[in-house]
């Protein structure tokens, strides 16, 4: 909260309005082909770091892998409250959006 007095400028507040739906923005392509998860799970099955990792990744990634849990080759990620979320790549994701959109009646929305 701040306060205004008559004599100052007031503050811009800027405002964008996308075609798009908010959540479409957050899923990108992967630059390097793996998954975004791929380190940490190839941490967690081999329990090796990658060779050029330096000092801090590899401290990122002990850290990192107390809040993922392997079942086989499917990685989760454990949420505050112990809810597993499965950790999916771009083509997945996009899929699961796609899915629960249609199914929701986004589309209709999107479209009028």
């Known amino acids: 909260m ?3 007095n008559k004599d100052e400028d007031m503050p811009l507040i800027k405002i964008q309005r996308h075609d798009q739906l908010a959540y479409f923005h957050l899923v990108e392509e992967e630059f390097d082909g793996k998954p975004w998860y791929f380190d940490i799970k190839d941490y967690i099955k081999i329990r090796e770091y990658h060779p050029n990792a330096s000092k801090n990744d590899k401290r990122t990634l002990r850290r990192l892998e107390m809040r993922f849990f392997l079942n086989v ?3 989760y990620k454990k ?13 997945e994701a996009q899929k699961i959006i796609r899915e629960v959109c249609w199914t929701n009646g986004l589309s209709y929305l999107k479209k009028g």
């Not at 949420?79 to 083509?91: E, F, G, K, P, T």
């Open 79 to 91: 949420n505050h409250d112990m809810v597993l979320l499965r950790c999916v790549d771009v083509i």
């Open 2 to 4: 701040f306060t205004l």
């Open 73 to 75: 080759e499917v990685l």
